[in-house]
């Protein structure tokens, strides 16, 4: 968090989170929720999630999320999706496999 106040007060436009889950480096398992935390801990920054991984939740219940952190931002989060890159996420995820599913993740925000 201190990195991204940081980051405002050196005049950096935007900060962008990455999510990991089950690795030793992971630092964010929820993009979404850093960045309702940071855009009301700071005052002119953008913040991104680089990527919120569509396996691992609802496409819905995201694009409902990135709506509401987009409104009560002012417009000042960013947001970017994506797939799992590691195998261990998708062995975690109910919703989608890298071998007999790989083509629906292209489909979840529609």
Not at 1 to 11: D, F, K, L, N, T
Not at 54 to 79: D, F, I, K, N
Request: glycine residues 10%.
């Amino acid at each position: 968090m201190r990195s991204v106040e940081i980051a405002e007060e050196a005049g950096l436009d935007t900060a962008w989170l990455a999510e990991h889950h089950f690795v030793p480096y992971g630092t964010c398992p929820s993009a979404v929720t850093l960045a309702a935390l940071l855009l009301g801990r700071t005052r002119r920054i953008r913040v991104g999630t680089a990527v919120s991984v569509l396996p691992t939740v609802h496409p819905v219940a995201l694009g409902e999320q990135a709506a509401l952190l987009h409104v009560t931002s002012g417009g000042a989060s960013r947001w970017a999706w994506g797939a799992a890159g590691r195998g261990s996420t998708w062995r975690c995820s109910a919703r989608v496999s890298p071998r007999t599913n790989r083509g629906s993740r292209n489909h979840s925000i529609c």
